[in-house]
Nanobody, 114 residues
Framework: HVQLVESGGGLVQPGGSLRLTCTAS????????WSWYRQGSGNQRELVAR?????YTSYTDLMKGRCTISLDKNTVYLQMNSLKPEDTAVYYC??????????WGQGTQVTVSS
């Protein structure tokens, strides 16, 4: 199966930046799609960005223009800039593996506050 470990969350001031990291481990991984979601207090989990194994990326309107998703082997990154208080949420990594199906990370807290 696929295991995902996230890191990089924390407290940042409005206008600041953070880079989230998610690393996959497992035997014989073949991940086709990586995604970052977020879930704010009292809200549903929402898609932020997605990257496919061929490098194609897509972004929702949540952070479009303020974030960049990238991939290096079995690690996906989410670079977030110009952060706003409304970006405060738990950020989750999701990976879809061709053999094992979907997997979620444990989540990493991002708090944007002065």
């Amino acid at each position: 199966h696929v295991q995902l470990v996230e890191s990089g969350g924390g407290l940042v001031q409005p206008g600041g930046s953070l880079r989230l990291t998610c690393t996959a481990s497992g035997s014989g991984l073949s991940i086709s799609t990586w995604s970052w979601y977020r879930q704010g207090s009292g809200n549903q989990r929402e898609l932020v960005a997605r990257i496919f194994s061929d490098g194609y990326t897509s972004y929702t309107d949540l952070m479009k223009g303020r974030c960049t998703i990238s991939l290096d082997k079995n690690t996906v990154y989410l670079q977030m800039n110009s952060l706003k208080p409304e970006d405060t949420a738990v950020y989750y990594c999701n990976a879809e593996d061709r053999r094992y199906g979907g997997a979620w990370g444990q989540g990493t807290q991002v708090t944007v506050s002065s």
